[in-house]
């Protein structure tokens, strides 16, 4: 059964502190190691739990705000059946098409990222290829070689396609759920408490 927005309203209360800006990613059939060396990156020490990795992308920026740490980004990552996960605390590189698309090379990759300011994008790239891209908040708005394969379920999960905006925003939930449903990969409160991130910076320009 397709989960819905509402299965993830656990994430902006559970987890405030990267609820407010995030990229998540899944890369199927590459190791982290290898999404790391796709991406041009370097390791870093693992963060045990999504709080410990999110603390610790904030301390790289206090820490070199200006210099390094402005132009590189944490990412934390882990291997989830056949996927490999990544999470970036105020990220955006994994919706970045100049970088996702080459690192799509010969696999699935599904990012979906937002900011502070409730800018948003979902992307979906398979062996170099934009399938699909929008803004979470405005689906209508759709563009890649398949923008409208997926109406049919988007509208189940709980994006609002047509007419009048609902009068509660769960667009950045409802990207959760698409990303699980292209993946079988489900994020859940235990897997971001609990897990092991291995951890690599990556220069974002």
Known sequence: MTKTAADYAWFENDFPDIAEAYCFTLVRGLTPAEVVTRLGGRPEAPAQGVAALTDAAFDLFDRTEGGDGGERQLIGMAAVGDWTLLIEPNGYLGVTEERALPASAGTSWISHFVNVNAVGTFLRAEDGVLRLEFDPMFPEDRRGTAPDELLDVMER????????????????????????????VAVTPELLRDTEFSCATVRIR
């Open 157 to 184: 999960i709980g994006f609002h396609l047509d007419g009048e905006p609902p009068e509660t925003d769960l667009s950045s939930l409802a990207a959760f759920a698409l990303a699980e449903h292209l993946t079988g």
